[in-house]
């Protein structure tokens, strides 16, 4: 009996993922819990494991195949004590495919497929005769009955000589291996590199080509706003300075980025209204500030959650902050590690950038970006003197969130930044 190994979903929200690689091959035994591929999705890559246990019978879905709906066939498993187990056409599996991307009814009387590309189910010969792709489509245009026919193919097989058709004077296609990507929609010219210039020019990993449909929808569909706060960090560096004494004993260390989230979660608290998501018809207020932290990663950039950032104290920031970027950049993150979030912080002052303008995360309103603290002349206690200044530059969407409402975050957010204590309480 065959057993069928299917995509995962790895997440709630997950519709496709790629098959970067399988770690069987054919004639390997499988058992419960063995790691048999590697699923890339959006978010990171992860490691399939066998739910069932057999002999590898067929890999349906080779290595590197993109945007495979879950739920599709990747793999047969043979039960150990079956002798044979008959093969699936390819061509099966990429009409199960087409079927799973096609449009919703209401759209099909809108698109004329040709008869020529439609797809049939021919697996279901499998069980009764052998039969090539081309020639299970042939009988089934046809209405010959298979079983009348003695096919002249390797082993008994049918294929199209055995109707005695005429041969067609076209030259034959060779089927290509199965695409899994969907119709993609119409986007901008892309222009070749100048001539004689040398270039390397490489595939984008899975990864590459989510970040760039999700931040190109971002700026075509979402209203984005932009506000700026200058922030004396003085204060903030001073604390943190003291807080690292305290904390050391523990092995705990505080970074700029741990204290800026905690003052990015008291204002979302404090001005609840910008604490939210649009939702088409609907407004949703969130009673808990869960940060999405960019960590920078070899090809892309992930965004692992930390959650209840308005309940955790400094330290806890701290050591779970340490740890999703750990996982992250070891290509560990799990689906709960990334998944949700009320807002997004991306923090590039380690690179000494004197100021950003960040790219809302959909679906989430708004998002926090934060520079490096630079030494300029700056006012303080009614007095000139040099300062350590931060811009902090929040983009905001304006179907959620108005002027009034960001500006009143801002001057919070700032409040916080350069009196620190008050994060603490």
């Known amino acids: 009996m065959a057993l069928e190994l299917k995509m995962p979903a790895l ?5 496709k993922g790629t098959l970067a690689k399988w770690l069987v091959k054919p004639g390997d035994l499988v058992k419960v819990g063995d790691l048999v591929a590697e699923i890339e999705t959006d978010k990171a890559t992860m490691e399939f494991e066998a739910d069932a246990e057999g002999i590898m019978a067929q890999i349906l879905v080779p290595d590197g195949s993109e945007c495979v709906p879950v739920g599709t066939v990747l793999a047969l498993l043979s039960d150990e004590s079956a002798v044979e187990l008959a093969p699936v056409p390819v061509s099966a599996i990429a009409g199960l495919v087409e079927e799973a991307m096609s449009p919703p009814a209401s759209a099909a009387k809108a698109i004329a497929v040709p008869a020529s590309t439609r797809s049939f189910p021919h697996a279901q010969f499998a069980d009764k005769v052998k039969v090539s792709p081309l020639a299970a489509r042939i009988a089934h245009a046809r209405g010959i009955d298979l079983s009348a026919i003695t096919g002249s193919g390797p082993h ?58 999700r931040l190109t929808e971002s700026k075509q569909t979402v209203p984005h706003f932009y506000l700026t706060a200058r922030c004396n960090l003085d204060p903030l560096l001073k604390l943190r300075g003291e807080l690292n004494v305290s904390l050391e004993s523990r092995g705990i260390k505080l970074s700029v ?26 407004l949703h207020r969130f009673g808990r500030v869960d940060i999405a932290m960019a960590v920078a990663i070899d090809g892309g950039l992930v965004t692992p959650v ?20 750990t996982k992250a950049r070891d290509g560990k993150l799990t689906p709960e590690d990334y998944q949700g979030g009320t807002a997004s912080l991306s923090n590039l002052g380690m690179f000494g950038i004197d100021e950003m303008v960040p790219v809302i995360n959909p679906p989430q309103a708004l998002i926090m970006g934060t520079a490096a603290g630079i030494k300029q002349p700056w006012n303080v206690d009614d007095t000139i003197q040099l300062a350590i200044v931060m811009a902090a530059t929040a983009s905001f969407d304006h179907r959620a969130i108005d002027g009034a409402i960001a500006a009143q975050f801002m001057r919070v957010f700032k409040e916080l930044v350069e009196s620190p204590m008050m994060i603490l309480g």
């Open 11 to 15: 997440s709630p929200t997950m519709e």
């Open 156 to 213: 008994g097989r049918i294929v199209r000589a055995d109707f005695g058709l005429p041969t067609s004077s076209a030259a034959p296609v060779a089927p290509g291996p199965v695409s899994f990507a969907p119709k993609p929609a119409p986007l901008a010219v892309v222009a070749p590199p100048p001539a004689g210039v040398p270039v390397e020019t490489v595939k984008l990993s899975g990864m590459r080509k989510t970040i760039a449909r």
């Open 257 to 282: 980025n741990d204290m800026l989230m905690k003052a990015l979660a008291t204002a979302l608290v404090a001005v609840p209204d910008a604490n939210v998501q649009f939702g088409g018809d609907v």
């Open 306 to 325: 930390i959650q209840g950032v308005d309940t955790l104290s400094l330290s806890a920031i701290a050591l779970k902050a340490k740890e999703l970027a």
